[in-house]
């Protein structure tokens, strides 16, 4: 008879020793579907915390780990401080400041009305200048791009706080609404500088004159006016009603009149609002006529300005006693007599208008402009001014400027 060995062929076990052997639960949810068996695993899990007096913890087991290792001394750490005061700087300057700079402007503040009166807030805002590919042309991409990015939500933000806690009845934009807006080109326009002002411009703008002439033209134009809608127009229900007033200037004064005329704005106007009537003129196109261009050229831009203000008292006799007779609940319409009349017998300087009169009643006038209608040459615009003194008259058309012997009729 052999001797007994322990290696002899009996079947070995290949379980290990070292674990323990899985329960006759955990076999049979290896058997179910997995769906049956997370649903009887969590019933069990529930079953068995709830048996020895526990609650079911919903943390994740990370966050429990932290909770039982925090304490104050890790969490007053020198970067977690530095994290929460970058934090804050970036909460108040890109939010906060907002808030309190227009919160300083409450009409409360410096208003005083007598008992039972509304006002009528009217809020001016002036040179936005949307920055474009004019505003920094040496800025590569993508800082150019983060650039107008930017700026853009500045302009939002701050517009946004205007509306949401001034709430102005009336907002007048006063130009320049963006900074290089002279230098698109419209469907039937030219921006080519005319032969007089070619020269002039700052040496980082003249190189890239041709390229703005190629690439911005009428599509551009439209991105840029639908861009500057989502800024402001987006926003109009925060507050009032909105007028604008110029949009820009530059020596293509021909090619701005004619954005100016697709846009359906006119840009010399008479607005009555409240108990006072705002006279815009375009001061700029009527700048155009001291200029050294033939009066052929200057004509087209200066003309409308010219017959607006020769008719600017009656305008504003029409719309005041338009204004007066909405408020009284009238209708003015203007009628003529049905009769029929030989055409040379018929009396045309006696028609009818709706012209009062130069007895009929006025309301005070705010005179709006975007470039003074005189000013010596270098009249300094203030200490704010970005650059101070300005330059010649002769070199930057914003400086331009009507002379003396110019009298326009008073508002």
């Keep these: 008879m052999a001797p007994f060995s322990s290696h002899s062929q009996c079947p070995h076990s290949t379980r290990d020793h070292y674990r323990e052997p899985p329960s006759g639960f955990k ?76 919160r300083a402007c409450a009409w409360d503040e410096w208003e005083r009305w007598p008992p039972n009166t509304t006002p009528h807030h009217l ?46 009845d009336t907002v007048f934009f006063l130009g320049d609404l963006f900074d290089g807006g002279r230098e698109w080109k419209t469907a039937h326009g030219n921006s080519e500088d005319q032969a007089w002002a ?39 229900n925060l507050g009032g009603q909105k007028r604008e007033l110029d949009r820009g200037d530059g020596n293509s004064l021909r090619v701005y009149r004619e954005i100016m005329i697709w846009d359906s704005v006119h840009k010399s106007r008479v607005d009555v609002i409240a108990n ?24 087209p831009i200066t003309k409308p300005v010219e017959d607006f203000l020769n008719n600017v008292k009656v305008t504003k006799r029409k719309a005041v006693a338009r204004e007066l007779d909405y408020q009284a609940g009238k209708e003015r319409i203007l009628q003529y007599p049905h009769s029929v ?9 006696h028609m009818p208008t709706l012209d009062p009169g130069p007895n009929g009643p006025e309301f005070p006038t705010i005179l709006l402009t ?42």
């Design 27 to 102: 076999r049979l949810l290896l058997a179910l579907p997995t769906d049956v068996a997370v649903s009887l695993q969590r019933m069990a899990d529930q079953q068995n915390i709830g048996a020895a007096g526990g609650k079911v913890s919903r943390m994740p087991r990370s966050l429990r780990g932290w909770a039982r290792n925090w304490s104050w001394r890790r969490f007053l750490s020198l970067p977690h401080l530095l994290v929460c005061v970058w934090v804050g700087a970036l909460l108040y300057g890109e939010r906060w400041v907002f808030e309190e700079a227009v």
């Design 276 to 299: 006072h009537t705002f006279v815009s003129v375009d001061a700029l196109s009527l700048s155009a006529g001291v200029s050294d261009r033939p009066v052929s050229e200057t004509a």
């Design 341 to 349: 009349q030989d055409v040379e017998l018929a009396d045309y300087a």
């Design 198 to 236: 070619k020269g002039r411009r700052p040496a980082k703008e003249q190189k890239h004159v041709e390229n703005w002439g190629k690439r911005y033209g009428e599509d551009f134009w439209l991105q840029e006016y639908a861009r500057f809608s989502r800024i402001f127009s987006d926003n109009w």
């Design 123 to 168: 809020i001016f805002l002036a040179d936005p200048q949307l920055t474009d590919p004019h505003s920094y042309p040496d800025r590569p991409w993508p800082l150019s791009t983060f650039t107008v990015w930017h700026t853009d939500n500045y302009m939002k933000r701050s517009y946004i706080q205007l509306s949401k806690q001034l709430h102005p």
């Design 370 to 411: 975007h470039v003074p209608l005189y000013r010596n040459p270098g009249t300094p615009c203030g200490p704010l001014r970005e650059h101070w003194p300005p330059n010649s008259p002769t070199k930057r058309s914003n400086h331009a400027r009507l002379p003396r012997s110019q009298k326009t009729p008073s508002a």
